[in-house]
């Protein structure tokens, strides 16, 4: 099945080379069927290669998938058109009055900060807090994923000597749980950041499970015992060259970095890395979108909003 995304959206192109199946909205309405709606609270600094990113993701499951961009209303990005935020995204309080069967929580470049001193920190809280009755389930990345569990179960952040950065080797811990479903026994996945969770912390809180960690990165995968939150502390949805992408940025600004580890062939930068994680990364949306989001979401919320109005 499609997903269904703006008219005019420039991932939708890119999207469509790579067949994967997309709707533009206009026809999407005459489908007769109960879509899915998630909501995209895209913290990323290059906005459009995570649209493309997720979409990908989001786009390549059976389900019908009606996506809607969230932009924070206390900070406007400085590497996104102001035309691309306004034809594309809505804020918060255009959007609160609704309710929505998932919602993805980005990364964003602010991991070394504290939480509360992060501009839309509030902003950010008052989204989290309008989840847990408004969103059948939210996945958190990265820093998403790091603010989550700081502000749902107060686990706080620690600073690395070095930053972490590469495609790391990480095992599950119970590979019955429908989150990890068809996962191999160990898998490769990248992460990229300067901060990290405590793994005994994790384990100790009553509420968390730890699905998927790596010896050398840390935590990766947590999940509520609710299933209500998903924590993902690295970065799944990555292309082949985003880690390149970073690395290179991080030179060009005279950053004292290291070579992403297992990334580049030999080592080497002047290669071309390859993607050896994508199969999980399809594997991980699929399995939320379905078991988390589909099975769990009521067949029609109490909502109404400007074009549609469900009644339970």
Not at 90 to 97: D, R, S, V
Not at 149 to 163: D, R
Not at 289 to 303: A, I
Request: aromatic share 12%; with cysteine.
């Amino acid at each position: 099945m499609p997903i269904n995304i703006p008219k005019q959206l420039p991932a939708g192109e890119l999207l469509r080379q790579e067949k994967i199946f997309v709707m533009e909205e206009d026809r999407a309405r005459t489908q007769q069927i109960r879509p899915l709606n998630i909501l995209v609270c895209n913290l990323m600094p290059e906005k459009e290669k995570t649209e493309l990113q997720l979409l990908r993701l989001l786009g390549n499951t059976p389900l019908q998938v009606n996506v809607t961009f969230l932009n924070t209303a206390t900070y406007e990005s400085k590497n996104v058109s102001k035309s691309h935020l306004q034809t594309f995204y809505t804020t918060f309080n255009e959007i609160k009055h609704r309710r929505y069967d998932g919602m993805i929580i980005t990364g964003a470049p602010i991991e070394r900060m504290e939480f509360e001193d992060v501009i839309y920190w509030q902003e950010i809280t008052e989204i989290m807090e309008w989840a847990k009755l408004n969103v059948t389930s939210i996945m958190n990345i990265c820093w998403g994923a790091q603010a989550a569990l700081y502000h749902h179960y107060g686990i706080g952040k620690y600073e690395l000597l070095k930053k972490c950065s590469g495609v790391y080797s990480h095992v599950i811990t119970d590979l019955t749980v429908d989150l990890v479903r068809g996962f191999s026994d160990e898998y490769v996945a990248p992460h990229s950041r300067h901060t990290s969770v405590s793994i005994e912390e994790v384990r100790a809180h009553p509420d968390l499970r730890l699905l998927s960690y790596s010896d050398d990165a840390g935590v990766f995968i947590v999940q509520s015992k609710d299933n209500k939150q998903i924590m993902i502390t690295g970065h799944l949805e990555y292309d082949a060259t985003t880690l390149a992408d970073e690395y290179e940025r991080d030179v060009a600004k005279g950053d004292n970095v290291e070579v992403p580890v297992n990334y580049f062939p030999n080592d080497d930068p002047s290669k071309a890395p390859k993607n050896t994680w994508r199969a999980h990364s399809h594997l991980l949306f699929y399995n939320w979108l379905n078991y988390y989001v589909y099975q769990e979401t009521p067949y029609k919320w109490d909502y109404v909003d400007e074009e549609l109005e469900y009644h339970i």
